[in-house]
């Protein structure tokens, strides 16, 4: 059996983000129907994901220290950012977040389970345990593909393309 862990480690780049509440209410997207996103995994077991709303609003000041109080507001509510450590369990097919940092303080220190299942250079991730959003108890859906993939394929459009002139 390939390990888990081998197939995880590079980068991805988000598809993307739905949360389904559990009480059975409709299904949302608080990152907005495109939201960006990267996710790191790197194969001494560290992690780091950053997810922003498809919003594309900037400062009116350049310095990033003078933000008004509501472009902060909407910026921290259109934001996910989170570090630290994963371990990998090939039976579950899970993934374990230890969250060493996090821009939500509250879930510094905690850990965060996830379902993984892969589909091609696709990883489809669900969380195990309920997490607090806007009031509501939600299960996320996370939906990334794998950037290396993505690097190459072009690569070898690049040249499929000179060879087809040439």
């Known amino acids: ?14 598809l993307s983000y739905i949360e389904v ?11 907005g129907k495109s939201p960006k996103g990267l996710l790191i995994y790197a194969p001494d077991g560290h992690m780091s994901v950053q997810i922003s709303a498809s919003r594309e609003h900037t400062y009116v000041s350049g310095d990033r220290m003078n933000a008004t109080e509501d472009e902060l507001t909407e910026r921290m509510r259109g934001y ?3 570090s630290g450590k ?6 579950a097919a899970s993934v374990l977040y ?5 821009l939500f303080p509250n879930w510094e220190g905690g850990k965060q389970l996830r379902k993984i299942d892969f589909e091609g250079d696709v990883l489809y991730q669900k969380s195990v345990d309920p997490i607090l959003s806007d ?4 299960h996320s859906y996370i939906t990334w593909q794998k950037v290396e993939k993505e690097v190459t394929e072009e690569v070898l459009k690049e040249v499929e393309d000179i060879s087809i002139s040439a």
């Open 80 to 82: 996910i950012a989170f």
């Open 135 to 138: 009031g509501r108890l939600v």
């Open 21 to 31: 509440p559990l009480d059975g209410g409709d299904s949302g997207f608080p990152m």
């Open 98 to 102: 230890s969250i060493q940092t996090s």
């Open 86 to 91: 994963y371990n990998v369990d090939n039976k």
């Open 1 to 14: 059996m390939a390990s888990l862990k081998n197939e995880l480690v590079g980068t991805w780049r988000l």
